[in-house]
């Protein structure tokens, strides 16, 4: 997972920032870090719950799980809701003009 993080920061970093050679930010690979991951997990709980009625899942899943992955998925909304208010505060700090674009 750390490998993973670390090369779609750098991924990001490249595809993105590199559009606009005088925009850089600290936050931005780690912004898309926790999209992807919640991206990630609202796939796997449509894909549970169209297998939840079917044989084998319908012996293994139960609402415990469902409340599991909605935990884990609220902490990932919050985290990426930090991270962008970071970035947020980060450009409304600095007061930089070429940067409030983004916004």
Known sequence: MVIYALVVTFAVVDWIMTLDPHWFS??????????WGL????????????????????AVLGKRHFHDLGKLMLA??????????????????????????WF
Do not use: K
């Open 26 to 35: 600290t936050m931005w690979g780690l912004l898309f870090v926790a999209g």
């Open 39 to 58: 991206s990630c997990f609202c796939f796997v709980v449509a894909i549970l719950a169209f297998l939840m009625d079917r044989a084998p899942m319908d």
């Open 76 to 101: 990932l909304t919050m985290v990426w809701a930090y991270f962008n208010f970071s970035q947020f505060l980060i450009i409304w700090s600095g007061n930089i003009p070429e940067e409030t674009g």
